[in-house]
Antibody, heavy 117, light 106 residues
Framework: EVQLVESGGVVVQPGGSLRLSCAAS????????MHWVRQAPGKGLEWVSLIGWDSRNIYYGDSVKGRFTVSRDNSKNFLYLQMNSLTTEDTALYYC??????????WGQGTLVTVSS | DIQMTQSPSSLSPSVGDRVTITCRASQSIRTYLNWYQQKPGKAPKLLIY???SLQSGVPSRFSGSGSGTDFTLTISSLQPEDFATYYCQQSYTPPYTFGQGTKVEI
């Protein structure tokens, strides 16, 4: 069974940093691009980042560019999102998503990041 | 960045109705358009990819059409389990922006 399990979401103060993790299983992780997508409480979906299967191609949404860094460890089947200079606008449920033709065919359950003083 | 605009923002159809949701891109995205369904408290589910391809396991009452800048998601006969929020997303060029969502509610 294809599965994605996110972790690392906590309450953090504005200006703080956090690293999210996503454990992948049930598929050949090292052959798929992966996305991060977030959803603020009661709001719509916001695409955050994409990393290619070999980490050569990396892209970010405008609202996180320069503050967030996506990475992956294909030897451990893990995807990461390093989040710095967090603001209240970053409060959201963060989903790890397996790429399929540019979209996402498998989503994790999400991990909640709350930025609050 | 490419902006994606969905309409309507919400609608209240009846079971058995034909439902149409539109999505417009701010520039041509060819057929790089995906549709998702999201139910409360759940992760989104891929319904349609590359504008008209039905994802495996998705009922055939769902269909997608369009190319360039204008796209449509159609539910041919709305079922009770179809009440949800629907999102379009372009995957033509990063950032892979989503529409704002269309809530199909009772």
């Amino acid at each position: 069974e294809v599965q994605l399990v996110e972790s690392g979401g906590v309450v953090v103060q504005p200006g703080g940093s956090l690293r999210l993790s996503c454990a992948a299983s049930g598929f050949s992780f090292d052959t798929y691009a992966m996305h991060w997508v977030r959803q603020a409480p009661g709001k719509g979906l916001e695409w955050v980042s994409l990393i290619g299967w070999d980490s050569r191609n990396i892209y970010y949404g405008d609202s996180v560019k320069g503050r967030f860094t996506v990475s992956r460890d294909n030897s451990k089947n893990f995807l990461y999102l390093q989040m710095n200079s967090l603001t209240t606008e970053d409060t959201a449920l963060y989903y790890c998503v397996k790429d399929f033709r540019g979209g996402g065919d498998t989503w994790g359950q999400g991990t909640l990041v709350t930025v609050s003083s | 960045d490419i902006q994606m605009t969905q309409s309507p923002s919400s609608l209240s159809p009846s079971v058995g109705d034909r439902v149409t949701i539109t999505c417009r891109a701010s520039q041509s995205i060819r057929t790089y358009l995906n549709w998702y369904q999201q139910k409360p408290g759940k992760a989104p589910k891929l319904l349609i990819y590359t504008a008209f391809s039905l994802q495996s396991g998705v009922p055939s009452r769902f269909s997608g059409s369009g190319s360039g800048t204008d796209f449509t998601l159609t539910i041919s006969s709305l079922q009770p389990e179809d009440f949800a929020t629907y999102y379009c997303q372009q995957s033509y060029t990063p950032p892979y922006t989503f529409g704002q969502g269309t809530k199909v509610e009772i």
